[in-house]
């Protein structure tokens, strides 16, 4: 017996409903924020990800899937940002406008250990919002964020947020962060003792909790390494959010796992998810666009994981009351009966009405226990009597009522 590999999935009947609502409710606000879509391929040549998301991230050392073929080496896309930013610059985008907002929806894959919230292929939706620093545009898309999360019923999620500032304010948290853990080096786990000196920032996500009890104890000021330009820039972030009464956390420990990150970075958590508990997460990344080859162009964004906010949203009950049900199955008896009852069915599904029937010759018990499973609204009967008379029997499944119609008749009485 085959099976799936490791941390992937299929989606069969009601799981492919939920994902496939949740795209269309997020789709429906990316539009009404006027984002356009855009679809990158799921592969790109593994450089570009190693210039975006930085060689020393997690995501590019261990968890890009790589295929090499004659001489190139692609990997399976583990995020969209980069590819959205690379066809922004090769479709010429950056010269098309001054600003551009666009959205996505679809696979990302990382070679992870699967476990609850952390798959091998997921989905993400996400925006990126290209060429504009103004810090309305970071609280615009932390609202699109939460607008989505409240139109599918995620209730109780937190918004937290931060600031990293500048690439030369980076560096300085980057300097500070090394000198107060290079002190306390001997606590840190092994991985750890290596983020300090290679990646610092990333020792602030450690899942050990010796390394999260350290981090908790840092005191550290967003004076120490902000700039005037980058500490108004937040001040200006947090007015903006109060202004729209988005509600948000700070956190100085917010960092993100992706080295592109300047300026504001932005986490949503749901504490029902427990070790994974991000359910989306953001930020600006204003040095991107000329890291990629373009012109200085300042760009926020963000992406949500599609199965974990599947995992916090009671919209698969609710999407079971709303499914449209079955408006008619065809019940025949007999061959003649089927012959015509087939005619009839292409006939209905021509008039946009959804129709199905058994075109197996089953016997009219099963055939109406097929329609009950089906949640039919009306069931059509035709036997040998009304093929003579050029008539059906139509009965309402919800009441009872059956009585018998003229054919010409039939779509009146049902639509
Ligand atoms: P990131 O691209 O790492 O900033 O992640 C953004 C969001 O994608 C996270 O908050 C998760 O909801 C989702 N995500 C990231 N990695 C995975 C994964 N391996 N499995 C499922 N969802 C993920």
């Not at 570009?48 to 590019?60: A, C, D, I, N, P």
């Not at 968890?63 to 610059?89: D, F």
Request: proline content about 2%; some cysteine.
């Amino acid at each position: 017996m085959y099976t799936s590999p490791r941390g992937t999935q299929d989606r069969i009947g009601q799981d492919l409903t939920v994902l496939r609502f949740i795209e269309k409710q997020a789709r429906q606000i990316f539009k009404k924020y006027n984002y356009n879509e855009i679809s990158t391929p799921i592969i790109e040549e593994e450089k570009l990800f190693m210039r975006s998301l930085g060689k020393t991230t997690e995501v590019v050392k261990k968890q890009m899937l790589t295929i090499k073929k004659s001489g190139e080496t692609l990997v399976l896309r583990p995020e969209a940002t980069a590819g959205v930013i690379r066809a922004y610059l090769e479709n010429n985008l950056d010269k098309c406008g001054e600003f551009t907002k666009l959205f996505y929806i679809g696979q990302m894959y990382r070679g992870e250990r699967p476990q609850k919230g952390r798959l091998r292929e997921f989905y993400q939706f996400g925006v990126e919002a290209i060429g504009s620093s103004s810090p309305f545009i970071d609280a615009e898309v932390i609202a699109l964020a939460s607008q989505i999360l409240d139109n599918i019923n995620v209730c109780g999620y937190r918004i937290i947020i931060n600031t990293l500032g500048c690439l030369n304010d980076k560096d300085k948290f980057a300097q500070i962060l090394k000198k107060i853990l290079s002190t306390k080096i001997k606590i840190f786990c092994p991985d750890c003792k290596r983020r300090i000196k290679e990646n610092v920032f990333r020792v602030l996500d450690c899942k050990n909790e010796t390394c999260k009890e350290a981090v908790r104890n840092l005191n550290i000021n967003r004076k120490d390494y902000l700039c005037n330009d980058c500490q108004n820039h937040y001040e200006s972030v947090k007015d903006n959010l109060k202004q729209i009464d988005i509600g948000f956390e700070e956190d100085i420990c917010l960092v993100r796992g992706l080295d592109y990150y300047t300026k504001t970075v932005f986490e949503i958590k749901h504490a029902s998810l427990g070790s994974q508990d991000t359910l989306g997460a953001g930020g600006r990344y204003d040095n991107l666009v000329q890291e990629l080859g373009g012109k200085p162009t300042a760009a926020v964004g963000f992406a949500f994981g599609i199965e974990r906010v599947i995992l916090v949203s009671d919209i698969a009950e609710k999407i079971k009351d709303q499914e449209e049900k079955l408006r008619v199955f065809i019940a025949c008896l007999g061959d003649n009966a089927l012959k015509c009852g087939f005619k009839l069915l292409q006939n209905l599904r021509k008039n946009n009405i959804n129709a199905e029937a058994d075109l197996r010759q089953s016997s009219l018990k099963s055939q109406m226990r097929q329609a009950n499973k089906l949640n039919a609204r009306f069931v059509i009967i035709i036997g040998d009597n009304e093929l003579e008379k050029g008539t059906v029997v139509l009965k309402n499944m919800a009441s009872g009522e059956q009585k018998e119609i003229k054919k010409e008749e039939l779509i009146g009485a049902i639509c």
